[in-house]
Each structure stands twice: as C-alpha cells, then as structure tokens.
C-alpha cells in the first residue's frame, strides 16, 4: 500500500521517549505517521521504522497554531506526548503543557479528527506545589474544552531503557561515592514504556461510551528509597543511602537547577515530595485490556551498563 493510500496518525512530540515505542504501533495499524514538533532532525532518526514515506517528520511547534494546523490536516488520529521534566526558561511547563495542548485540541476538532489521545500525569492537579503538576492539570481543562471525547492517560514514572528515572540515579549512583535519598518515604508505581504505547492504542480504540480519564500504574508500588536500594543492587554498585534534609536539598537544587542538564530542580523537589502512584477512583490498565509488565522483566537488563566490570568477564 502507498503511503498516499493509508490513513494518517500525527503525533505531537513523537519523536521523544515514548514516541519511539508508540510509532511502530502506529505502522502495524496501517498508518501514516507525521512525527511533529520543533526538531524534525530528531524525527528523521523513526523513519526506519518503517518503508519509506510511512513516518514523515514535520516541523509544528505548539506556539504556531498554522503549523500545527498543516501537521493535523487530514489526519484520522491525533497523539499529543509533549511532556518536558524541567524548564529551560520560566513559562516552559505552561507552553507545553497548557496551552500547546489546547492548540492541538482545538485545531484537531476543527480538522474533523475522529480520536485524539493525550498523555497527561498522575500528580496532575491545579492545586499542587509543583509548577509540572498544575501545568499538566491546565493541560487536562485544556483538551477535554477542545476536544471533549479525547481520551486522558495519566501514568506514573516511565520506565525503559532509554528512561529518565533509573538511569538518572544510576548514573548518579556511578559518580558519587552515596546515594542521597530525598523523600524516601514517597511512593511511586512505575510503568514500563512499551506498556503506555500499548494504551494509547488501546484509548484510540475506545466506544464513544468509555470513560475519557484513566490512570496508568505498574504493578509495583514501591517507595523512593526502595528504588534506590533496587539501582544498587542491579548495578553491584555499594554506596550507602543517605537522607538528605529538605533544606539542605532545597539548597542543592537551586544551585544544580542552574546547571547544564538539571539534574535536579526545585520544582522537580517538589515532586519527590509527592506521592505518584494510582488513585484507585479512575480506571486503569485493567479498563483497557492491558497487564502491565514489573520492573524485573525490563529493568535490569539496561542498568547492567552501570555496574563495575566482573572478574573474567
């Protein structure tokens, strides 16, 4: 089938994270993919996933409603995963979490899109601390005003190789003779990436009488400080796990946040402090036909790059 006779998938910030694991989904379904965004470079690298012409890369930052018009315009299926961890300048979670999605929401509405997915966070709420947190709630208002029938995944922390969690710490972990622990007593439920492209399609898929909201968690609920210990005992890296006072964190992240990388933020402080794991008043991977996979099947197979060099091996 030429790629002018298949229909059209456009997904916004495709060519991050989970986009790498969505795409080839997309393709066994017999789409089109036009992976947009700001860095159509950073696109190109998906077009081996499938033949030539099925993933098309397109140049639609959020802040040109015409672009990302053109990037929609004829498309059956809109996917928005723009998600940033961290703000480059102050504004940043608002622009791609608030109004970036109602742009997409309204164009695809007035493009005659028939479904539309758009990932959001647990933490999501327009009363939290964090900066992130109620800018993914701004986000949620946003969509279900532009596009009432889109459907919402909350999931907890991401985890795959490629994931900004695990290999964080672990990569910490390798540099620093301790591990800091800072809310170690917070609560996550780590999801495994392939398991949210999975949901995406699946809420592609949903009867108009579904529930639009759903929260996504693995089938672990462990605390930061037990994440901790698991990243040392994956890589056979010893260091001991030290609490870190709130202040003296805080203090820390106002220095790193103005690094290169940041590798931590206030805000990001924030988030720690905050529990990120199902509520149980939504549904979930069972409401979508999915059993979603534990970190032992995925996880130690990539954190085995931080650990020292075995003896003959």
Same mark, same amino acid.
């Given at each position: 089938?030429?790629?002018?006779?298949?229909?059209?998938?456009?997904?916004?910030?495709?060519? +991050?994270?989970? +986009?790498?694991?969505?795409?080839?989904?997309?393709?066994?379904?017999?789409?089109?993919?036009?992976?947009? %965004?700001?860095?159509? =470079?950073?696109?190109?690298?998906? !077009?081996?996933?499938?033949?030539?012409?099925?993933?098309?890369?397109?140049?639609?930052?959020?802040?040109?409603?015409?672009?990302?018009?053109?990037?929609?315009?004829?498309?059956? #299926?809109?996917?928005?995963?723009?998600?940033?961890?961290?703000?480059?300048?102050?504004?940043?979670?608002?622009?791609?979490?608030?109004?970036?999605?109602?742009?997409?929401?309204?164009?695809?509405?007035?493009?005659?899109?028939?479904?539309?997915?758009?990932?959001?966070?647990?933490?999501?709420?327009?009363?939290? !601390?964090?900066?992130?947190?109620?800018?993914?709630?701004? %986000?949620?208002? *946003?969509?279900?005003? @532009?596009?009432?029938?889109?459907?919402?995944?909350? &999931?907890?922390?991401?985890? %795959?190789?490629?994931?900004?969690?695990?290999?964080?710490?672990?990569?910490? *972990?390798?540099?620093?003779?301790?591990?800091?622990?800072?809310? @170690?007593?917070?609560?996550?439920?780590?999801?495994?990436?392939?398991?949210?492209?999975?949901?995406?399609?699946?809420?592609?898929?949903? &009867? &108009? =009488? *579904?529930?639009?909201?759903?929260?996504?968690? @693995?089938?672990?609920?462990?605390?930061? /400080?037990?994440?901790?210990?698991?990243?040392?005992?994956?890589?056979?890296?010893?260091?001991?796990?030290?609490?870190?006072?709130?202040?003296?964190?805080?203090? /820390?992240?106002?220095?790193?946040?103005?690094?290169?990388?940041?590798?931590?933020?206030?805000?990001?402080?924030?988030?720690?402090?905050?529990?990120?794991?199902?509520?149980?008043?939504?549904? +979930?991977?069972?409401?979508? @036909?999915?059993?979603?996979?534990?970190?032992?099947? #995925?996880?130690?197979?990539?954190?085995?790059?931080?650990?020292?060099?075995?003896?003959?091996?």
């Amino acid at each position: 089938m030429r790629s002018d006779e298949r229909r059209i998938a456009t997904v916004f910030g495709g060519a +991050g994270f989970i +986009g790498r694991y969505l795409v080839p989904h997309l393709l066994r379904q017999g789409f089109t993919v036009r992976v947009a %965004g700001r860095d159509t =470079e950073k696109a190109t690298r998906l !077009k081996p996933m499938g033949n030539p012409g099925f993933v098309v890369p397109i140049y639609a930052p959020l802040s040109d409603a015409a672009a990302v018009a053109r990037a929609i315009q004829g498309a059956e #299926v809109v996917v928005n995963l723009v998600g940033i961890l961290a703000e480059k300048t102050s504004g940043d979670f608002n622009r791609a979490h608030g109004t970036g999605p109602r742009v997409i929401a309204d164009q695809a509405s007035r493009a005659g899109v028939k479904r539309m997915v758009h990932i959001s966070a647990i933490g999501a709420s327009g009363t939290s !601390k964090s900066g992130y947190g109620r800018s993914k709630a701004a %986000g949620e208002v *946003a969509v279900a005003a @532009g596009f009432p029938d889109a459907v919402i995944l909350r &999931p907890s922390i991401v985890f %795959g190789p490629e994931d900004q969690f695990f290999n964080r710490f672990a990569g910490l *972990a390798l540099m620093s003779p301790v591990m800091p622990v800072i809310s @170690g007593r917070t609560r996550f439920q780590p999801v495994y990436v392939g398991d949210i492209a999975e949901a995406i399609m699946a809420g592609l898929a949903l &009867p &108009p =009488e *579904a529930p639009r909201l759903y929260e996504l968690g @693995g089938p672990e609920v462990l605390s930061f /400080q037990q994440i901790l210990a698991y990243i040392l005992k994956q890589t056979g890296l010893h260091r001991p796990l030290v609490s870190i006072p709130a202040g003296l964190a805080r203090l /820390q992240a106002r220095v790193l946040e103005r690094l290169p990388g940041k590798l931590l933020t206030t805000d990001q402080l924030e988030m720690l402090a905050q529990d990120n794991v199902t509520s149980g008043l939504v549904p +979930g991977f069972d409401s979508l @036909g999915i059993t979603p996979r534990p970190i032992d099947l #995925v996880v130690p197979a990539y954190l085995a790059r931080y650990g020292r060099p075995r003896p003959n091996s």
